[in-house]
Structure formats: C-alpha cells, structure tokens
C-alpha cells in the first residue's frame, strides 16, 4: 500500500511539474530566467579564497533553465546503458530520480544529442548564469536565507561510506524563479574551466579559455552545508564521475565569446626553473649535512592557501640538479580544503624556495602523493583525489613532466573509480622488466594492509593484481594486498617484491609484535606474511624501504612510537655510538641489508649527535635531536640523487647523507 501511493504521488508531482508550460520532449520542464545583473562571489574567506572577488556580473541574454536535474529516466532516453548505475551504493534507482555518475563529457553529449534532436540549442549553464539563476536576487548565504531548511538536508556531513538518501527531484519549494534543488541534492556540471575571479565588471563570463576542471555547482547530499551555498565554488576533472554529480540544461545560444577569467598563476615552484642537464659529482667520503625546514611559508599576500596541517610528504631529485618536494596543506585531514603545496631546492641554493600551490581539484580531499624521476627525462606525479572530504573514496590521477617540472600534463585518471586501494603512497619504483609500480592503502583505517598497482606499458594502464582477494596478515599465510599501510617496497635480485608496512603488526616466536614483512614471487597478485626484525610503526609514522644506488636495499623507521607503545612498553633500538660503544638510542633509524632482507648488519639512527631543538611539522611537532635522539615520528619519504646522496623527508625537515656516512662508525663531515 505504501508502495503504491508513493507511486501515485510521483505521478501527480511529474504531472504537475510538467503541466507548468516550457516542458520539451523529454519532460524537462524549463523556467525562463530574466536578463539582469547581481554581484557574484563572496568575501572568500579561509578555504573560500577563490570566492573573492566580489565582482559585478551582467546577463544580457534571457535563457531557459531546467526546474530540475536531469534524471534518469530522462538521461537514459540518450544512453541506456546509464542504467547501470541506479542502485550503486542505494543511490539514484527510480526514473525521477537526478541522474548521477555523469561526466563532463556525458553532459555535453547529452545537450548535443538533444539539441539535434529537437532542432533548437540546449547547453550547460556557465558558471555565471548558475550562480545568478540559484540567488534569484537574494545575496544570503542560500537563496532561503543565512541557513536552510531542514527539508532541503539530506545527510550533509562528512561520512566515509556514502549514506543511502533520496534523490528525487523537486521535493522542495522551488526558488522565486522556479528552480529546484539549487542547493544540495547532487552537483551540477557547469561549462566553465575553473579560474580565479577577477575584480572588475564582467558581461556574460565565461571562465578561462582553457584549464585542468570543469566547475561545478550546487554542493549535494552527504556533504557539509557549507559547501551548498550560492557562491561555492567547486570543479572537477572533466573525465571524473561519481555518486554526488549529475547536471542540469539550459536552452538557448551560447552566451557570445567575450571576457574571459585570466588563467591560473603559474606557481613559484614551477617558475624560472633552469633546463640545463646537471653534471652530477659523487663524493665518496661520509657525509651528513646539517637538517633544514623544506616547508617555507609563503608571504601572507600571497593568496596561495597555506594551512596549519603540513604532511604526508614526497620528493624526488630532476635532472637539472633541483630537488622537488610536495605535501598536502590542510586545516584538517578529511578536509575538502586539502591542497598539495609544492618547493623547490634549486641547484646551488642552500634553503628551499616558500611553499606554492602544486596541485589542487576544488574543493576535494586530496590525500596521498608520489613523485618519481623515471631516469628516461621525466617526472610522474599520482595523487589521490576524493570525491568529497576524507580519505577513503579516492580516485587515483597522474600527471607527468619533462621540464624538470616547470609544466605538467593535465591530470589522468589511472584509478578512475572512487574507492578504497587508491590512497597513494610516496615510494614509486621501476622493475628491472621496466615495470612502474605504485603502492597506496588498501584502507582508511590504521591497519589494513597496502594494494599494489602495476602498469607493463610506461604508464598507459594500470591494474590492481590483488583486488579483491582475502587478507588476514598471519605469519606463513598468504593474501592479495601487502601487510601493513603506507608501505614501501623493492624489487629483489630474484625479481620477488618485498614489502614492509605500518600496522597489521605479526608476532615472533619471541611473542613480540614485529613490523610485518611481506613477499611476492607473482609481481602482486599474492604476498606471503612473516615478521620482520623491525619494531613496529603506529600514528603519525611512515617508513621508507628503497633499494639505493650502490645495490643495498635500505629501510629507514623508528625504533618506537613515543606514546603508544607496543611490547610491554618497549622503546628504543640498541646501537653503536662513534667510540665503538653500545648505547639505548630511540626515534628515526636506518638499517641496511645486501642479501635481499635476509640480515641487516648495519643499523644506524639518523643523527650526527649535535643538539638541536627542530621543527617536524603535522603529528611531530617540536623535537629534541642529539646523541641517542632522533625525529621520533614523521611520514617519510626518500629519493637519491645520482650523486648518491639520499634526500629524506619527514613531515617537516630534510635531511642529506650518504651511504658511506651510515656505514661509517664516525659521525663526520
């Protein structure tokens, strides 16, 4: 009974909606929007920065909107094969329901298909009109006033596994010009590229001529109220599609080609850099320099979006002797303010550049970066990026140059599905066979284990080889995924992978709980489990295992974590001090093994043994360095340069040593 008169109530909604005058052939009723002018944007506070200016806007042309979404029913009369995707996470199943899992690409196919169809010009709205169309005159943070009603709420929180909700169209009042579901329900494509505001009065805008997003509008369901009101900005790769986004249509001309929004600032990390080959020189004597801060604030003037949190570095050297170093910036972790900043170590410079925007999809989680020099001219980034806020729903992208990283190729979906098993990991490598491999977590949680991805064709595609496979992390058992987060691996002299990861943590016939350690003879499609020698990691650490230049494979963690202890309380590592002497040292080590991780015989924790009070940034905080004290947390990352040198980075300092330094029983030069 209820079914039904739901039913009967869905009809009656459609036949008066539809019944309004202005409905075309697909039922789309269209509401007609006055030409006018209003001020469009905000004062752009905080991580709404790219809200200001405000600037006074001019529509000159009238133009019909869609009182709705586009729904399925609807969008499926162009492509049938959409119905594949009502029900996915119990969203979207009815035929009134707005379509989702569009692309930019699907949106503009559809106007095309039916502008043919209908012999008269249907678009997307330009960022403008949309934004003019959904204030209806109003100049409140939504076209209802300073909030919105409770009606119009559908789950608007950050959550990690989406929250099944309703999407029928219509179900509230429409604004005073007739539009529904201007703010929340899903997302709408627009057909600007995303570019910053300018101050002056603009007629007719229509974005940047071109660009890396395509915006979009309206915030929707499962996501914080803040992100629907009018003037939020958000965008997306034009290839991405999800759960949250579906469009709506305009008829009428395209707007006449006038002013448009300048393009994005080049940033300084990507600025004036040298494309002269370096002529690396190796210095076989033991080196240690002295740690710097990598993380330099940019001015306050600066506009670029610098937060309190800086974390989950990664860094790789370039061919004109730079260093390049990239982090995620972010008030908080799940944030959907998170940016990825980048610096720059230019060749000669003692002190890295300040901190500048290296990439950023608006208004999206961005958790989890990788740089790679592929020693064949070219530099691969891979990033995650979220449907929303946190961190589990995360696309995996790639983008690569070969300027040293003064351009980069517009962002590729190589993990186009927003899911678990793409939280990438810094730590990139290249197989003897050629093959790139690229690590991220299997998990949001703080175990869980790592996914390996793998491409045979420089890049090209990528495949997950254990997706889907059981995992239960126990000594001499078997699973798809690598035992432990944020792991890192290497490649054997044996063409075996082997892996060592945070979490997931084995027992050893000692009943001690070990870093786990796991093995893969099938390129990842399977990894056998023991336990390592290691103590394990906990919050706010990440490891590094890499093989180096000079054929050791070398791992660098911490001896413990300095409040959350595991082993009866068990801190600290044993090592040698430069007298020969045994001593108790704890926080940052290395470990080095030439026999494929069988044995370690050097163990060294990374301090030349001066005090210093430094900086770590993100978890680590302020530290004290000296004889037996090293970093006691960070996330790690590492690269070596073809000096040899070995480039490591915590969440907040860098340091440089050299292999003859970790094997020397002094800590000189």
């Given at each position: 009974m209820k079914k039904t008169l739901t039913l009967i109530y869905s009809c009656l909604f459609s036949a008066i909606l539809y019944?309004?005058?202005?409905?075309?052939?697909?039922?789309?009723?269209l509401v007609d929007i006055p030409q006018g002018y209003f001020?469009?944007?905000?004062?752009?506070?905080?991580?709404?920065?790219?809200?200001?200016?405000l600037h006074k806007v001019y529509i000159t042309e009238p133009f019909k909107m869609g009182a709705t979404e586009i729904t399925n029913a609807q969008y499926e009369a162009f492509d049938p094969s959409h119905k594949e995707y009502r029900g996915k996470y119990g969203f979207s199943e009815n035929n009134d329901d707005a379509a989702i899992y569009i692309s930019y690409k699907d949106a503009i196919a559809f106007c095309e298909w039916l502008s043919k169809k209908e012999g008269i010009t249907y678009r997307l709205p330009t960022e403008a009109e949309w934004e003019y169309a959904c204030r209806a005159g109003t100049y409140t943070p939504y076209w209802t006033g300073i909030s919105l009603p409770d009606s119009f709420l559908k789950n608007q929180k950050l959550y990690r596994d989406p929250v099944s909700v309703s999407l029928q169209v219509g179900q509230t009042r429409p604004n005073t010009l007739g539009l529904y579901d201007m703010h929340g329900n899903i997302e709408e494509w627009c057909s600007d590229w995303y570019a910053p505001y300018e101050s002056q009065e603009q007629t007719n805008p229509l974005g940047a001529k071109d660009g890396l997003?395509?915006?979009?509008?309206g915030g929707s369901h499962g996501t914080p109220v803040e992100f629907l009101r009018s003037a939020n900005r958000m965008a997306m790769i034009p290839e991405d599609k999800h759960w949250l986004t579906g469009f709506r249509v305009v008829q009428g001309e395209h707007p006449e080609i006038g002013y448009y929004s300048k393009s994005e600032?080049?940033?300084?990390?990507?600025?004036?850099?040298n494309q002269a080959k370096f002529d690396w020189k190796i210095d076989n004597t033991p080196i240690f320099k002295e740690p710097v801060n990598y993380i330099i604030p940019p001015d306050c003037n600066s506009n670029i979006p610098f937060y309190n949190h800086n974390h989950c570095p990664s860094i790789t050297w370039c061919d004109n002797g730079?260093?390049?170093?990239?982090?995620?910036?972010?008030n908080q972790e799940n944030g959907r303010e998170m940016v990825i900043l980048g610096s720059r170590l230019r060749n000669g410079n003692a002190t890295w550049d300040p901190a500048s925007l290296f990439f950023k999809v608006p208004d999206r989680n961005m958790t989890g970066s990788a740089l790679f020099n592929d020693k064949q001219g070219r530099l691969i980034h891979t990033n995650g990026v979220e449907a929303a806020g946190d961190w589990q729903n995360l696309a995996m992208v790639q983008r690569t140059s070969a300027d040293n990283g003064a351009t980069w190729s517009k962002p590729r979906l190589i993990g186009p599905e927003h899911k678990k098993r793409h939280q990438v990991i810094s730590g990139t490598i290249r197989t003897k066979a050629g093959y790139l491999i690229q690590l991220a977590d299997a998990s949001p949680e703080s175990n869980g284990g790592t996914a390996m991805h793998i491409s045979k064709d420089n890049g090209q595609t990528w495949q997950d080889p254990g997706e889907g496979k059981a995992n239960n992390f126990t000594e001499g058992d078997k699973g798809g995924s690598i035992a432990g987060i944020h792991a890192g691996i290497v490649e054997l002299s044996n063409g075996n992978l082997m892996a060592l990861g945070r979490g997931d943590a084995i027992q050893n016939k000692d009943s001690l709980w070990r870093m786990p350690m796991s093995i893969s003879s099938d390129l990842g499609e399977s990894w056998t489990y023991?336990?390592?020698?290691?103590?394990?990691i906990d919050g706010g650490q990440r490891l590094v295992l890499m093989k180096l230049n000079e054929g050791p494979i070398m791992l660098i963690s911490f001896t413990n974590h300095p409040y959350r202890l595991k082993n009866n309380g068990e801190r600290g590592m044993e090592f040698t001090n430069p007298k020969g002497e045994k001593y108790n040292g704890e926080g940052m080590y290395a470990a080095l093994s030439w026999d494929d991780g069988k044995t370690w015989p050097v163990k060294k924790l990374i301090t030349d043994g001066k005090e210093r009070l430094l900086y770590g940034q993100a978890w680590t905080g302020f530290f004290l360095m000296n004889e037996t004290q090293a970093e006691p947390q960070g996330?790690?990352?590492?690269?070596?340069?073809?000096?040899?040198?070995?480039?490591?980075?915590?969440?907040?300092?860098?340091?440089?040593f050299n292999l003859e330094w970790l094997t020397n029983k002094s800590n000189s030069k």
């Open positions: 019944s309004q005058g202005n409905s075309n052939s697909l039922n789309i009723n001020w469009m944007g905000s004062e752009g506070k905080s991580e709404n920065f790219d809200e200001a200016p997003y395509k915006v979009t509008r600032t080049i940033p300084f990390c990507m600025q004036d850099v730079d260093l390049l170093a990239i982090w995620f910036s972010a023991s336990a390592s020698i290691f103590p394990p996330y790690l990352a590492a690269t070596q340069s073809p000096d040899n040198i070995i480039h490591l980075i915590s969440s907040g300092i860098h340091y440089q």
